[in-house]
């Protein structure tokens, strides 16, 4: 790449006009704040830095970008790549590999190890360098590595200019995160005009034709149908287990046969429908031709993704999505990828927060019946709302006297749930925890329960497992793969018989409040 003259950098106005993405303040730490133990992973990036002249702040804002510098233990992706610089082997971009060849480090250290593979980063990205014709001062120079850093994303075009906005905002704006062992990793901010090159004008501009405020970027024709052979009738949330824009590459890429209709980003919300709402994409099995997925950037074990910007920017897609298409606000229409029938998939997983989600869409966190949550939370005295409601309205319903159905625990709704908590042999304290929120969901007849059963008692059963698992069990009233897997989980934590099937036994323990 040819040098620039000097001063080029501060003299461009409007510096990051075209950026949208919103980083981490930075809390004012040096960026090479190092603390003494030697195998930090800011030392390792400092060593990175200075072995193949990447700059240090560049190195770990492209690792942010990434992983928000979690290295997931050494496992994948959903494009295939591996620790906190995300060095992927699939067809279409053989970071990993190149990594290796260049360091002479193994494949397997690359991927596991934190160092090692913050090393293989730096590599490619210079090799990268080298490539372009970056000599000594262009490599002093932070902004003259843009195209760099579009091409580590193995993208092309829009998308990998997407890629290298997203780091040149987190220089501009800084970070800082807390990552394994308690550290803190940090990137000052300063002011960047990054030399775009052959980027200049690769900016996504085109709107979705179904989604007015989102983007288009068309999904490869090879990982989605045309058309539809059922009605739409649910919307699937998903997490990506991979960045934003490198979702965007993966489903353009022809062998990954995998889509979704739209990805969400999880900085400023951005959203890019890459599939017509009219087309059935490649995301969750069984319930492809019925439903409508949308991708959150992240990694399901990782919190620090589902940023409020995010939830609020997703919940507005999907209140659109029903609205328009007549799909009811509900946690039995608006589910999980896991609670798909048909699926093995564990997203959006534990740190999604269901109910705060709901409550944007502007539906119920449970369902209309007015039993059904997404998660059952503790009720005592004082305590007022929907869920005390659905407590007052089971307990009547059994024959204990709660009082008006009024949402408000006052002394009846008390008196009435000590009263049941001693029939159920529970401890009769008067305040409704998981134990007694089983007993209590799943109170009523018996009947044997199996794959392929459906209605109310179903209902009862998946009501009283989300109660039980402490996670959410669709009550749908159908019992499906999810159903079987919720009680065959729940089995077998209670000792009982692992058969998947809902006997006497694991209804007199749900009953009991096991």
């Known amino acids: 790449m040819p040098r620039r003259p000097a001063g080029h950098t501060r003299g461009r106005a409007a510096v990051l006009a075209s950026l949208t993405v919103t980083a981490l303040v930075a809390a004012g730490h040096p960026a ?46 959903q494009d295939n790549g591996y620790g906190v ?32 593979n913050i090393l293989g980063g730096a590599a490619v990205l210079r090799d990268h360098a080298d490539t372009l014709g970056m000599d000594t001062a262009d490599r002093a120079d932070i902004d003259a590595w843009y195209p760099v850093v579009a091409r580590y994303s193995g993208a092309e075009g829009g998308v990998a200019a997407l890629y290298a906005d997203t780091v040149y905002t987190f220089l501009a704006e800084g970070l800082r995160a807390t990552v394994a062992g308690g550290e803190q990793v940090s990137v000052t901010s300063r002011p960047v005009s990054p030399d775009k090159g052959p980027f200049a004008k690769a900016d996504i501009t085109a709107q979705s034709p179904d989604y007015p405020p989102g983007l288009w970027v068309a999904a490869n024709s090879a990982n989605f149908a045309t058309g539809r052979t059922a009605t739409v009738d649910k919307v699937v949330i998903h997490v990506t287990q991979g960045s934003y824009a490198g979702t965007i590459s993966w489903f353009q890429n022809a062998t990954s046969k995998v889509s979704s209709h739209y990805v969400v980003r999880s900085s400023d919300g951005q959203v890019t429908q890459m599939v017509r709402d009219k087309d059935t994409a490649y995301h969750a099995k069984s319930a492809n031709a019925s439903s409508l997925g949308i991708e959150h950037e992240g990694f399901i074990d990782d919190p620090s993704w589902f940023t409020d910007t995010m939830y609020r920017s997703s919940a507005a897609l999907t209140k659109y999505l029903c609205d328009r298409y007549g799909i009811a606000k509900n946690r039995s229409h608006i589910i999980g990828h896991s609670e798909a029938p048909g699926n093995d998939h564990t997203d959006p997983g534990a740190n999604w927060n269901w109910t705060y989600y709901m409550q944007l869409v502007g539906g119920a966190a449970g369902s209309a019946d007015g039993l059904s949550f997404a998660s059952y939370t503790a009720q005592k005295s ?81 009501r009283a497992l989300t109660a039980a698992l402490g996670r959410t069990v669709a009550a749908d009233g159908a019992f499906g793969t999810n159903t079987d897997k919720a009680v065959r989980d729940y089995q077998s934590s209670r000792n009982l018989s692992v058969d998947g099937t809902v006997g006497a036994g694991t209804w007199a323990a749900l009953q009991s409040g096991r």
Request: zero cysteines; glycine letters at 14%.
């Open 382 to 462: 004082g305590s007022t709302g929907s869920q005390v409601k659905a407590l007052q309205t089971l307990l009547n319903q059994q024959g204990y006297q709660a009082g008006a159905e009024d949402g408000v625990f006052g002394t009846a709704t008390g008196n009435a749930v000590r009263a049941f908590q001693t029939a159920r042999g529970l401890d009769a304290d008067g305040t409704v925890g998981p134990k007694t929120w089983t007993a209590l969901l799943s109170a009523g007849t018996t009947p044997a329960l199996r794959t392929g059963a459906s209605g109310d008692g179903v209902k009862r059963l998946q």
């Open 32 to 77: 090479g704040a190092v603390p003494a133990d030697e195998d930090s992973m800011n030392q390792a990036f400092d060593r990175a830095a200075e072995e193949y002249g990447v700059p240090r702040d560049l190195l770990a804002a492209v690792g942010y970008g990434e992983t928000h510098l979690n290295g997931h233990a050494g496992l994948p992706s």
């Open 85 to 116: 610089m995300h060095l992927v082997s699939n067809p279409a971009n053989h970071s990993l590999e190149k990594a290796s060849a260049l360091t002479g480090e193994s494949t397997a250290d690359l991927r596991k190890d934190t160092g090692t």
